[in-house]
């Protein structure tokens, strides 16, 4: 009986090892790996670029959320860019491409979390 604890604790103890840093350093990085597959609008082609719902775009110094052939934000997203990691500043000035509502959605609750 004790040996069975003592290797349940060691397996645990091991999983808590690898997984802990994991945790951490997923929570630290930019916000944009959820946007990785949402590729930044001067990389996608012209017919790909039409489809998109929203583009995100740094909007005086904020996250204006932007729908095709618009000038102005559909809506702003109230995060200071400049407190952004350096990845999420590049993304941004690019543009970053949504194809749908939830897409937006998730983007508007990782921005202002």
Do not use: C, H, W
Request: charged residues 25%; proline residues 4%.
């Amino acid at each position: 009986m004790k040996k069975r604890f003592i290797i349940s604790a060691t397996v645990i103890a091991v999983l808590f090892l690898f997984a802990f840093p994991f945790v951490f350093t997923q929570s630290k990085e930019s916000k944009s790996t959820v946007y990785k597959s949402n590729t930044a609008l001067n990389e996608i082609s012209t017919t790909e670029a039409q489809s998109y719902l929203y583009l995100l775009k740094i909007y005086d110094e904020k996250i204006g959320v932007f729908r095709p052939n618009e000038s102005s934000p559909y809506t702003i997203i109230d995060t200071n860019t400049d407190d952004l990691p350096d990845t999420d500043k590049e993304l941004l000035s690019k543009g970053i491409a949504l194809y749908s509502d939830s897409e937006l959605q998730k983007a508007i609750e990782d921005y202002t979390s």
